[in-house]
């Protein structure tokens, strides 16, 4: 069964935005606090971005106002607004649950270059 489905990377100038998608299997979506996760070659997956079931969210100091993570229960999705893109912000973008419970998606790729 798929419970991650990534979509919304794609090639960006600096300074540009993305809007990345994940759509949950709905028995996560409904039951977990969840998270963003970028990867980079070489380095350990970490997060970016988290939203509680309730609401709440948390940023990675380095995506702080740039970043915005949203959560919609009519479709079982979330969001993660990339705003000022910078070169730093390249890499593979997964989502889980915030304690990365579950397997992994094929994640999305971003690529902030000129």
């Known amino acids: ?53 309730e609401g709440s969210r948390g940023y990675a100091d380095f995506v702080k106002g740039r970043f915005t993570v949203s959560r919609d229960f009519a479709k079982n999705t979330i969001y993660l607004q990339m705003n000022s893109l910078k070169p730093s912000d390249t890499g593979v973008y997964y989502c889980n649950s915030e304690s990365r419970h579950f397997n992994w998606g094929q994640g999305t790729q971003v690529t902030v270059s000129s």
């Open 1 to 53: 069964q798929v419970q991650f489905v990534e979509s919304g990377g794609g090639l960006v100038q600096p300074g540009g935005s993305l809007r990345l998608s994940c759509t949950v299997s709905e028995s996560i979506f409904r039951a977990y606090n969840l998270g963003w996760f970028r990867q980079e070659p070489g380095i350990q997956r970490e997060l970016v971005a988290r939203i509680g079931i």
